[in-house]
T-cell receptor
Framework: GIQVEQSPPDLILQEGANSTLRCNFS?????LQWFHQNPWGQLINLFYIPSGTKQNGRLSATTVATERYSLLYISSSQTTDSGVYFCAVGPDYGQNFVFGPGTRLSVLP | GAVVSQHPSRVICKSGTSVKIECRSL??????MFWYRQFPKQSLMLMAT?????????EQGVEKDKFLINHASLTLSTLTVTSAHPEDSSFYICSARVVGNIQYFGAGTRLSVL
């Protein structure tokens, strides 16, 4: 099945810093989402981005489907950005998600 | 975005008892819901796909007699952990898929079996 890798596995930032998280996948996908899991376990949808670029406030994401990777940018990080960021991909419409291992982000005040 | 409600958020039970977890789509109908399991500091692993009006599809290695799934309506799926044991302790999360193939997640249920 499809393999998903995320890097870095852990990231510690000072408040106000910028960061880039990466998601690599081993096969073509028609479905890709980025999530933030907060310290209480809630998964929050960030982006549905099987291709192209999207922005939402301090966050933006880019997926280059032909090269099988997606990037999540966090600018001017805040302590509330701490948590685990997952990307999840689906090889085809309607097929189930495969989650990456996540990037654990800690933003220090 | 769509809202998925999961209840209870936390369960502590004795070994041998059964626990039911509910997953509801509050403002939309979900023909397909998913159940995931997450161990500490690990990623989410799909357990089963729940389809309204039909039997659930279980992933390899997931015991269907241990984890009973019922999706009796377009807004409710339930996961019952039968005869729970300490090794079943985990974080269980449901999701629902909406038009456009986007998945929205419940807040999760933390199960502790003593």
């Amino acid at each position: 099945g499809i393999q998903v890798e995320q890097s870095p596995p852990d990231l510690i930032l000072q408040e106000g810093a910028n960061s880039t998280l990466r998601c690599n996948f081993s096969d073509s996908v028609n479905n890709l989402q980025w999530f933030h899991q907060n310290p209480w376990g809630q998964l929050i949808n960030l982006f549905y981005i099987p291709s192209g670029t999207k922005q939402n406030g301090r966050l933006s994401a880019t997926t280059v489907a032909t090269e099988r990777y997606s990037l999540l940018y966090i600018s001017s990080s805040q302590t509330t950005d701490s948590g685990v960021y997952f990307c999840a991909v689906g090889p085809d419409y309607g097929q189930n998600f495969v989650f990456g291992p996540g990037t654990r982000l800690s933003v220090l005040p | 975005g769509a809202v998925v409600s999961q209840h209870p958020s936390r369960v502590i039970c004795k070994s041998g008892t059964s626990v039911k977890i509910e997953c509801r789509s509050l403002d939309f109908q979900a023909t397909t819901m998913f159940w995931y399991r997450q161990f500490p500091k690990q990623s989410l692993m799909l357990m089963a796909t729940s389809n309204e009006g039909s039997k659930a599809t279980y992933e390899q290695g997931v015991e269907k007699d241990k984890f009973l799934i019922n999706h009796a309506s377009l807004t409710l799926s339930t996961l019952t952990v039968t005869s729970a044991h300490p090794e079943d302790s985990s974080f269980y999360i449901c999701s629902a898929r909406v038009v456009g193939n986007i998945q929205y997640f419940g807040a999760g249920t933390r199960l502790s079996v003593l």
